[in-house]
């Protein structure tokens, strides 16, 4: 019934289309492009469309545009994904905490998440990049540690709009521990907003990671979308489809996930409207 | 007028902690960094063993935790934000010397987003639901996820490659000796391509802000009321529905100068434009853990002060701001 | 004398809607006549309200016709029609000051310069009573309580010495002493400018209590159309003697009590 409704939005299903197409690209990367897609294919900077086996052509070292594209979409989806993930538990977890508990607490955690939206949050990535050092899980950690705000600030706010309903009272009642109750009673059902918000975190995660590789902030030992749009800048009057096909990869999967985070957000908010 | 000035104090007071947490995260990044103060200090000054431990002991840094802590809370409080390895300067010198252009091109790019977008926003929202709403809509979602710095690049192919109508990087014509009005025409024109490339995904956020505040606004009972008084469209839509929707805007304004700021790195660096952005690329390049750490203190302190100036904004928008304070 | 507003065969269907809203509704309201249209949630009351000022949502389907002979033009919001809604807390524009939502119905519908339009308004406050008029228009919603917003909603509806005034439960927010006086206002200011009222309530007493027509609605058709006194003394309906006795209930029984 409601996914139905989700698919009778051309938009919504256009997003989950570009979010099927970039799963398969990011599971059928091994499979399709078994060898290491950082190693050399061909002659350098083969124009795309000239070679059957090279059909996106070849960067400045002759590595395949194609087999880049496919493996840089599994790292995309991974940092996003995993970023997002990491945010949106650290960020309920503290929202949480700071709702539940109240008082001081309440005030201390508050103000660090206010700190945290003051440090511009690519700023604060770079420096835990550029001081632990550059991998994948660093990567993640650095992007997280200026997403979470958002996931905190709104489970805060449902938590203190549901803490003081019938079922928390009588979690109370029957002496459960503040902490079980915070955490089996009050988060699971804080938890929805925080989770419309998702899409765009996952969004946001995707073009953060991409604008870390492009300043060579990004795993050394994996190819990336960023990374690619990087280094085809060096030959960018020669050869601007090194930089350009890679950011229009991005474009759609970015796109893609709003799409289709909009459409799922607004398919459950019209069956909750004739509720 | 009162009003805004005991929100301003308000507001200013609350700062203060979230500036103390901000400069303890900076302490404890320092610390976590390879090598200290006095390291990056004989790496750009020069010294011996002797010297470096005479420094160590001056600069309190064979101190415990808590007194280094406090001794780089005291340098702050003297406006000393330490010494860049990199540029062999105090650390403030070189950001302060950065920090104008960033502003010039963050200033611009804001005024640019905010201006267009509502205006679009305004289009969009003034009948939700046709044509051109979809249409505007779905143009700024499309927007919306173009990366600043691609963009910044294709642009770069575009006008500058292939059409050779602006310049390709910089801030401005190197030793061009113009002076006045031509050299400010000159920056302008260097300007146009970053302040699109680092406004463009925020003019799409405040379009879809408008247009949804603008959606929710309609719904409410006094845009019907205006119509039964009979108010013209024109003037519900700018002066009832838009002029109530533009409030969340403004916050955002706000709230967006810090996400801006991250953005200006990649777009300095693409367009070469020498503000503070680049200049935290070339700290994490040389690997100047001082100056990016100071970078991103004054960064803080620039979005507070940023913050402020929007909320006086907002109270001279919104005449229920304060309200409640003020019978207290 | 012709009427002002004539009503055939009225009927409203609202998008998704099993049932109509309101069908089948004849009515003529003459100049000046005060007419109260009563009946319980959900019968129509505020649709009728709405229909006959246009401001039904475009989704709604409108058959029959609404005509005015008493015009020699088709009613215009502001002008010819003055609405007051329910809830004065959200009929006003929050952020702007109700001195100027006032102004802005004379600038709009009078062809008034701003000058002229604020003069007027200021007049229109103390015509409501509100006190202090030429401080109070400079206030903002929030800072008036729901009578003082409602009587701003008054001065606005009226601004333009429409030809009927439409209230549509314009006293059901607020407490029973500013109801009374809310009451009292929009009948002086009808006789005063000669306007023609609908009043719209749930409160068959309030409503008998100075109507000289009463419209009992359920399910969207008008069950009885009457006189005042004969709707009272004797109702034709059976709705209209049901809602009667439950208001008379609490009389009727203590006096067969004892
Ligand atoms: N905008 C709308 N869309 C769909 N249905 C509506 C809408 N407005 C009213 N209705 C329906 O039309 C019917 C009549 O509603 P109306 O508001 O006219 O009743 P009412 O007599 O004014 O009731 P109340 O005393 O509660 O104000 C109701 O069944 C209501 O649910
Ligand atoms: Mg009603």
């Given at each position: 019934m409601s996914l139905r409704r989700l698919f009778r939005s051309p938009e919504a299903v256009a997003g989950f289309v570009i979010l099927g197409l970039l799963g398969a690209m990011a599971l059928t990367a091994p499979l399709l492009f078994p060898g290491d897609p950082l190693a050399i294919a061909g002659q350098p900077l083969l124009r795309p469309f000239q070679d059957w086996a090279l059909p996106l052509g070849t960067d400045r070292l002759g590595r395949d545009v194609?087999?880049?594209?496919?493996?840089?979409?599994?790292?995309?989806?991974?940092?996003?994904?995993?970023?997002?993930?990491?945010?949106?538990?650290?960020?309920?977890?503290?929202?949480?905490?700071?709702?539940?508990?109240?008082?001081?607490?309440?005030?201390v955690l508050m103000r660090i998440t206010d700190a945290f939206q003051t440090v511009p949050g690519f700023l604060l990535s770079l420096a835990l990049v550029s001081v632990v050092g550059p991998s994948l899980s660093v990567v993640v950690a650095a992007i997280a540690l200026s997403a979470w705000t958002g996931p905190a600030r709104i489970a805060r706010a449902e938590v203190l709009s549901i803490r003081e309903r019938d079922y928390v009272a009588s979690a109370r009642v029957i002496g459960m521990h503040p902490i079980e109750i915070a955490f089996r009673e009050v988060l699971p059902n804080a938890l929805p907003p925080v989770l419309a918000l998702s899409s765009v975190i996952v969004a946001a995660a995707i073009l953060t990671e991409a604008a870390l590789s492009f300043l060579g902030l990004g795993d050394p030992n994996r190819v990336t979308w960023g990374g690619m749009i990087a280094e085809g800048r060096a030959v960018l009057r020669s050869a601007p489809f090194l930089s350009v096909i890679p950011g229009?990869?991005?474009?759609?999967?970015?796109?893609?996930?709003?799409?289709?985070?909009?459409?799922?957000?607004?398919?459950?908010?019209?069956?909750?409207g004739q509720a | 007028m009162n009003r805004a000035?005991?929100?301003?104090?308000?507001?200013?007071?609350?700062?203060?902690?979230?500036?103390?947490?901000?400069?303890?995260?900076?302490?404890?990044?320092?610390?976590?960094?390879?090598?200290?103060?006095?390291?990056?200090?004989?790496?750009?000054?020069?010294?011996?063993?002797?010297?470096?431990?005479?420094l160590r002991q001056s600069w309190g840094l064979d101190a415990s935790p808590m007194t280094r802590l406090a001794a780089y809370l005291w340098a702050l409080l003297h406006l000393d934000l330490g010494h860049s390895v990199a540029f062999s300067r105090p650390v403030l010198d070189v950001v302060l010397e950065r920090l104008p252009n960033t502003l010039l091109l963050m200033g611009?790019?804001?005024?640019?987003?905010?201006?267009?977008?509502?205006?679009?926003?305004?289009?969009?929202?003034?009948?939700?639901?046709?044509a051109r709403d979809r249409l505007l809509s779905i143009g700024s979602l499309a927007l919306?996820?173009?990366?600043?710095?691609?963009?910044?690049?294709?642009?770069?192919i575009v006008f500058s490659v292939e059409l050779r109508w602006l310049p390709l990087s910089g801030m401005e014509t190197i030793a061009s000796g113009k002076t006045g009005f031509a050299r400010a025409l000159d920056i302008a024109r260097h300007m146009v391509l970053p302040v699109t490339s680092l406004g463009l995904i925020y003019l799409a956020l405040y379009?879809?802000?408008?247009?949804?505040?603008?959606?929710?606004?309609?719904?409410?009972?006094?845009?019907?009321?205006?119509?039964?008084?009979?108010?013209?469209?024109?003037?519900i839509v700018l002066r009832h529905v838009a002029r109530n929707a533009l409030l969340p805007l403004?916050?955002?304004?706000?709230?967006?100068?810090?996400?801006?700021?991250?953005?200006?790195?990649?777009?300095?660096?693409?367009?070469?434009?020498?503000?503070?952005?680049?200049?935290?690329?070339?700290?994490?390049?040389?690997?100047?853990?001082?100056?990016?750490?100071?970078?991103?203190?004054?960064?803080?302190?620039?979005?507070?002060?940023?913050?402020?100036?929007?909320?006086?904004?907002?109270?001279?928008?919104?005449?229920?701001?304060?309200?409640?304070e003020a019978n207290a | 004398m012709s009427p002002l507003l004539s009503l055939r065969g009225l009927g409203v269907r609202y998008s998704g809607a099993t049932a109509a809203a309101l069908e089948g509704v004849d009515l003529d309201l003459a100049p000046g006549e005060r007419l109260a249209v009563i009946g319980e949630s959900g019968s129509g009351k505020s649709t009728l309200a709405r229909a006959i000022a246009g401001l039904l949502p475009q989704t709604a389907t409108l058959e029959g016709t609404i005509a005015w002979p008493g015009l020699d033009h088709p009613a215009r919001n502001g002008r010819d029609i003055g609405f007051v809604f329910q809830d004065p807390g959200s009929s006003l524009d929050p952020v702007m000051s109700v001195g100027k939502q006032v102004a802005e119905v004379a600038h709009a519908n009078l062809d008034m310069d701003w000058r002229a339009a604020m003069r007027l308004a200021v007049e229109l406050l103390d015509r409501v009573r509100l006190p202090e008029p030429s401080v109070l228009a400079h206030a903002y919603p929030h800072q008036l309580s729901g009578g003082q917003k409602q009587r701003v909603a008054i001065a606005a509806a009226i601004a333009a010495r429409p030809r009927l005034l439409i209230a549509d439960e314009a006293t059901s927010a607020l407490d029973t002493i500013v109801q009374a006086e809310i009451v009292a206002l929009i009948r002086e200011l009808v006789a005063e400018d000669g306007m023609a009222l609908i009043f719209v309530s749930h409160d068959i007493a309030l409503a008998a209590s100075f109507a000289e027509r009463i419209a009992v609605f359920r399910h969207g058709r008008m069950v009885e159309l009457a006189p005042t006194v004969e709707l009272v003394a004797q109702p034709r309906s059976d709705y209209s003697r049901a809602l009667l006795a439950a208001h008379l209930g609490l009389e009727a029984h203590s006096g067969a009590g004892i």
């Open positions: 194609l087999a880049g594209l496919f493996h840089g979409a599994r790292t995309s989806l991974a940092v996003g994904l995993a970023a997002a993930a990491a945010s949106i538990l650290v960020g309920s977890v503290v929202g949480t905490v700071a709702g539940f508990a109240g008082g001081l607490v309440d005030e229009i990869a991005l474009v759609f999967s970015v796109l893609g996930v709003y799409l289709a985070g909009e459409g799922v957000v607004e398919s459950t908010a019209a069956r909750e | 000035l005991r929100l301003l104090r308000r507001r200013l007071i609350g700062s203060i902690p979230v500036l103390l947490i901000v400069i303890v995260g900076s302490f404890l990044l320092l610390e976590a960094a390879p090598g200290d103060a006095v390291d990056a200090y004989v790496a750009s000054v020069g010294g011996d063993a002797g010297m470096i431990e005479a611009a790019a804001t005024a640019l987003s905010f201006a267009l977008g509502t205006a679009l926003g305004i289009l969009a929202g003034a009948r939700p639901g046709s919306y996820a173009v990366p600043g710095f691609w963009l910044a690049l294709v642009l770069t379009l879809r802000m408008m247009r949804a505040g603008m959606a929710e606004v309609w719904r409410m009972d006094f845009t019907l009321a205006a119509r039964a008084r009979g108010i013209g469209r024109r003037r403004v916050t955002m304004l706000g709230l967006q100068s810090a996400q801006m700021l991250g953005g200006s790195v990649v777009i300095e660096s693409v367009f070469s434009v020498p503000g503070l952005g680049r200049l935290a690329q070339e700290a994490v390049g040389s690997r100047d853990t001082p100056l990016l750490i100071g970078i991103i203190l004054v960064s803080a302190v620039l979005v507070i002060v940023i913050n402020l100036l929007v909320d006086i904004a907002y109270a001279a928008l919104d005449p229920r701001v304060g309200a409640n | -």
